[in-house]
Every structure is written in C-alpha cells, then in structure tokens.
C-alpha cells in the first residue's frame, strides 16, 4: 500500500505538556509529554524493542516538562532538561499520530470479497517472488488485503514445502506435523477421506487457531479435488446486512468446538464465530460445523445462538460467495485460515491419486515478516495494527 499522504513536518511548536505537528498535507497531530518520554529510546533510557529498559514509568515525571523542541532533518529533537534529548523520526510520528483518523488507518480492514474474485485470482509465480523483493512484499500485501495467494510453479518436491512457506515465517508444528492429506484407508480426520469437504476453518478448537495455511499440491486428481473456498469478512458482511441480531449473537455468545485425538489428546475451546476490533471491524471467523460441541451459555440464549448458527450455515452451504478452484500439480494456495473458510470437492482415489501436503504459519510470524519489509523501505505501515485475526 503507498503513502497516500506525507511523512514531511511542516511545522512543530511545543509547549511543556507536550508537541504539535502540522504536516505537509494539512493534517495535525499531538503528542503528550508524558507519551513522548514513555517512548524515548536514547542510550540513557533504552528501548522497548529489545526489552531492555533502564528506567521505570514510576520512576518518571506524571507531567513531565518539554523544555525545547527543534525539527531536524526528518526528525524532531526534545530538549528534556538536565541534558537528556530524545530524537523521533518524523515517518514514526507519523505512523504513531494518535487522531482518531490515523488511529483508524492503521487499523485497516480488509476488503471482502465473493464469487466476483473467482474472475481475478491472485496468482503469482513463485520464482518471482522467491527472488524479487518487491514481489515478495505483494505477495505478502495481497495475503493480508485478501486472505489468499496462489503460488504458481512451485517445486513438487516433498521437502520442499517448509522452503516455500518460509516466504511467510517460521513453521508453527502441531501434532499434524506437516501434514499429508492424502485418501487413506484408515483415516483418523476427514481430510484423509475422499469426501466432499464443507467450508470450515482448520483447527477451531485450539485457543489460537493456525494462522496462514499452505496447500502444496504434488500431485492432483484428474476426476474431482477441486479446492472451495469464501471469505468470512464477506460472510459477515452478508449475515449484519440480513440478519443483524444473528451476527450480533454471534459474535457475542461463544460458540465450542472440540476434538480427541487417538493419540490420547483432547482439546475443548469455546470462542465467537466473529472476531472483532476495537473499531466493531470483523477480523476473524472460527468455524467448523462437523466439529461444534454442545454449546455452554445461559439457558435463555440457547435457542438464539442454534437460530443464528442456523442462518449462518444455510448461507454458507447455499454456495453463495463461493469460488472453486482446480489447484494443478506445482500449485500451492496460501491463505488466512482465520479468515478464509475452505474446502474440497470429493474425488475418486480408484482412478487417480491426490496427493497435498500442508503446513501452517502463525499470525505473528506473518506480521513481522510484513513489518520487516515496510520498515526496510521506511513506511509508516511497519505500525499498522495489523488484524488480530479470530480471537477466544
């Protein structure tokens, strides 16, 4: 995303409680004293990113004193007192304005999306964005901005699936491991079947979801296998403008998803199907009907939550914002699972073979990696609050 506005100071004036910027494209911001001591970062105080702080908020001033402040180049400087200067980078000030409006920027929502994106998929070639810089932080923008990119000319071999989905951040291994879904005779989770697969989210019923989910296709069924799947944000979107108090329920009510494994593990998480933001944006959705357990609530909300749920999953098996696609032998889809719901058609395992390895990344990982590539090229966007996803 480019700057849509200026990092350039205009002008700065100062008072003891505090600074104020006006910037080249008009707009103005304030910076309390005390926040702006809070965040100083010289060699005498230390810093926040690297956890080492020397002094303590209680041992600071409540209303601390600004005795000057001057604009550098790209930079404002604070005279404290007692020889102690704090330099601000203008791009950081920006980045961390405290309006309302740049509060809200920062906290971009995501665009959905419905069948209309099966007209322009996001494909990108993987040697491209393996080795191009700037490539890779489109791929990593249109991951965050749509919840899915599709990796073309992918190497099929097996070991190389952690190479490619470290494009995104360091694995995230649950007892899945790399997992291969393939049809199996004695299969432990419906993915090992060749079943038709209902949209649902992976892994519900952990307290912090997998984030982003690779699909590494090495081989594909000729007949059948294709890939389903929305965009929860669009879900959302659909159920608020139809059924408002069924979204409201729930995004309120938690619902339970559970799951025992063979291996002797058992997991129980209760958490609402919507995630929100402290803006009502809805940034996550956790769903997994063939999963749901009983739901815990006060009796007086039973049945609203079981009317809601009703509403929702009629919606999502209606097909409606539904896109199929044919993922291809050297393919690998890339996508939110907190946000993307996905599924599969079935297949004949008889006439073909289908063969997909997958893997997951964290939200965190994904973050940084974005955070990493803004703040190389000195964007204000390395502050974003990047979306918290689906949240218990």
Same mark, same amino acid.
């Given at each position: 995303? /480019?700057?849509?506005?200026?990092?350039?100071?205009?002008?700065?004036?100062?008072?003891?409680?505090?600074?104020?910027? &006006?910037?080249?494209?008009?707009?103005?911001?304030?910076?309390?004293?005390?926040?702006?001591?809070?965040? +100083?970062?010289?060699?005498?105080?230390?810093?926040?990113?690297?956890?080492?702080? =020397?002094?303590?908020?209680?041992? %600071?001033?409540? %209303?601390?004193?600004? !005795?000057?402040?001057?604009? +550098?180049?790209?930079?404002?400087?604070?005279?404290?007192? *007692?020889?102690?200067?704090?330099?601000?980078?203008?791009?950081?000030?920006?980045?961390? +304005?405290?309006?309302?409006?740049?509060?809200?920027?920062?906290?971009?929502?995501?665009?959905?999306?419905?069948?209309?994106? /099966?007209?322009?998929?996001?494909?990108?070639?993987?040697?491209?964005?393996?080795?191009?810089?700037?490539? !890779?932080?489109?791929?990593?923008?249109?991951?965050?901005?749509?919840?899915?990119?599709?990796? #073309?000319?992918?190497?099929? $071999?097996?070991?190389?699936?952690?190479?490619?989905?470290?494009?995104?951040?360091?694995?995230?291994? &649950?007892?899945?491991?790399?997992?291969?879904?393939?049809?199996?005779?004695?299969?432990?989770?419906?993915?090992?079947?060749?079943?038709?697969?209902?949209?649902?989210?992976?892994?519900?019923?952990?307290?912090?979801?997998?984030?982003?989910?690779?699909?590494?296709?090495?081989? %594909?069924?000729?007949? *059948?296998?294709?890939?389903?799947?929305?965009?929860?944000?669009?879900?959302?979107?659909?159920?608020?403008?139809?059924?408002?108090?069924?979204?409201?329920?729930?995004?309120?009510?938690?619902?339970? =998803?559970?799951?025992?494994? /063979?291996?002797?593990?058992?997991?129980?998480?209760?958490?609402?199907?919507?995630? #929100?933001?402290?803006?009502?944006?809805?940034?996550?959705?956790?769903?997994?009907?063939?999963?749901? /357990?009983?739901?815990?609530?006060?009796?007086?909300?039973?049945?609203?939550?079981?009317?809601?749920? #009703? &509403?929702?999953?009629?919606?999502?098996?209606?097909?409606?914002?539904?896109?199929?696609?044919?993922?291809? %032998?050297? $393919?690998?889809?890339?996508?939110?699972?907190?946000?993307?719901? =996905? *599924?599969?058609?079935?297949?004949?395992?008889?006439?073909? !073979?289908? =063969?997909? #390895?997958? +893997?997951?990344?964290?939200?965190?990982?994904?973050?940084?990696?974005?955070?990493?590539?803004?703040?190389?090229?000195?964007?204000? $966007?390395?502050?974003?609050?990047?979306?918290?996803?689906?949240? &218990?």
């Amino acid at each position: 995303m /480019a700057d849509s506005f200026s990092c350039d100071i205009k002008n700065l004036v100062h008072d003891e409680a505090g600074i104020r910027i &006006t910037w080249r494209d008009g707009h103005r911001s304030r910076f309390p004293s005390i926040w702006l001591l809070h965040a +100083c970062s010289c060699e005498s105080c230390g810093t926040s990113e690297t956890g080492v702080r =020397h002094v303590r908020l209680t041992e %600071q001033p409540r %209303q601390p004193k600004i !005795h000057g402040a001057i604009l +550098c180049i790209n930079s404002v400087r604070i005279d404290w007192g *007692g020889n102690h200067f704090s330099h601000f980078d203008s791009t950081w000030l920006r980045g961390h +304005c405290l309006s309302e409006a740049e509060r809200k920027r920062r906290s971009r929502a995501p665009v959905p999306w419905g069948e209309e994106l /099966a007209d322009n998929l996001p494909y990108m070639d993987y040697s491209v964005v393996s080795a191009d810089p700037e490539a !890779h932080l489109e791929f990593l923008e249109t991951l965050r901005d749509k919840g899915v990119v599709f990796l #073309r000319d992918v190497p099929v $071999e097996r070991e190389r699936t952690e190479e490619i989905a470290g494009l995104v951040g360091t694995l995230r291994i &649950t007892n899945y491991g790399i997992f291969e879904l393939e049809a199996k005779p004695n299969p432990e989770i419906v993915g090992d079947m060749a079943v038709p697969l209902a949209l649902h989210s992976d892994e519900p019923y952990r307290i912090e979801m997998p984030g982003i989910t690779f699909f590494h296709v090495i081989r %594909q069924s000729e007949f *059948g296998g294709d890939s389903t799947m929305a965009d929860g944000i669009w879900l959302a979107k659909i159920l608020k403008e139809r059924d408002p108090d069924a979204f409201e329920v729930l995004a309120t009510i938690p619902a339970r =998803h559970n799951r025992t494994l /063979a291996e002797g593990r058992t997991f129980d998480v209760q958490a609402p199907v919507f995630s #929100r933001d402290r803006f009502g944006q809805v940034t996550g959705i956790r769903i997994n009907d063939r999963g749901m /357990a009983p739901i815990d609530c006060p009796l007086d909300r039973v049945e609203s939550f079981y009317d809601a749920l #009703r &509403t929702l999953l009629k919606l999502i098996y209606s097909g409606e914002g539904r896109v199929t696609v044919k993922l291809r %032998q050297g $393919e690998m889809m890339v996508f939110n699972n907190q946000r993307l719901l =996905h *599924g599969r058609e079935g297949f004949d395992p008889r006439r073909s !073979h289908r =063969h997909v #390895r997958s +893997c997951h990344v964290d939200l965190d990982e994904f973050h940084s990696r974005l955070r990493t590539a803004y703040r190389e090229r000195n964007r204000w $966007e390395a502050w974003m609050n990047m979306t918290s996803g689906a949240r &218990t």
